[in-house]
């Protein structure tokens, strides 16, 4: 069956270090994989998305994310983190045969100290 | 554009009380999906709807009817609410089946069933 792993539950950090979220999926073949952020009393965001082509993308707030297909991985990184980012990150893939409705993984939260 | 709206934002409802989440959507998008979000769970797909008058079960659909008679509303009928579905409830919306949609999620409906 199809899964997505999200290696941390909650992550605290203080502003200006960096942060690396980890992000697992179990799926073979076309892979498209998304990150949104959630921030406290919002809706989901869309942060960034890769579908094709280089395997850095970058997102909005200086997020970025690398996928290694060897591993299976979709990491988000960004380098300095602020008090506003200051969130629940939550890393999908679309699941097969359901017309591009998302699988989520259990979600990261993200606590920075100012 | 108001996106995805979402009424109410709060509910308390006692076990076998029913009710109906609404959902619509200004941006003439074919695609609407009703996710429940809970601790530690990540978002899990109820149901979803793929145009006016075609709907289909996600991952958790038991206790929970839709419909879609129009391309902008898609609501979600809990017809015997149970504490389980206590939950945060989000409904989306893409433009089409394309896997590297975007979805666009509304503000959530926070139901409390005691």
């Known amino acids: 069956a199809q899964s997505v792993s999200q290696h941390n539950h909650h992550v605290i950090l203080s502003e200006a270090a960096s942060l690396e979220l980890g992000c697992n999926y179990s799926?073979?073949?076309?892979?498209?994989l998304f990150w949104y952020v959630q921030y406290p009393g919002q809706h989901l965001q869309l942060l960034l998305k890769?579908?094709?082509?280089?395997?850095l993308v970058k997102g909005i707030k200086g997020f970025e994310a690398e996928f290694i297909k060897s591993k299976f991985s979709f990491n988000l990184r960004k380098p300095s983190v602020q008090w506003s980012d200051t969130a629940e990150y939550f890393c999908?893939?679309?699941?097969?045969?359901?017309?591009?409705?998302?699988?989520f993984g259990k979600g990261t939260k993200l606590s920075v100290k100012p | 554009n108001a996106g995805v709206t979402q009424t109410p934002k709060f509910q308390v409802l006692k076990t076998g009380q029913s009710m109906t989440l609404q959902c619509a959507q200004d941006?003439?998008?074919?695609?609407m999906s009703w996710y429940r979000q809970d601790p530690g769970m990540g978002l899990r797909l109820i149901h979803y709807?793929?145009?006016?008058?075609?709907?289909d079960q996600g991952e958790v659909p038991n206790g929970y009817n839709v419909s879609r008679s129009t391309t902008e509303d898609f609501p979600l009928r809990l017809l015997s609410a149970a504490p389980s579905q206590t939950s945060v409830y989000f409904c989306?919306?893409?433009?089409?089946?394309?896997?590297?949609?975007?979805?666009?999620f509304g503000p959530g409906t926070r139901l409390t069933v005691l």
């Open positions: 989306a919306s893409r433009a089409d089946r394309g896997a590297n949609n975007e979805q666009f």
């Open positions: 799926y073979g073949g076309t892979v498209n």
């Open positions: 890769y579908f094709s082509g280089d395997p």
């Open positions: 999908a893939v679309p699941r097969r045969g359901s017309q591009g409705n998302l699988i």
């Open positions: 941006m003439n998008h074919e695609y």
């Open positions: 709807s793929v145009g006016a008058g075609i709907t």
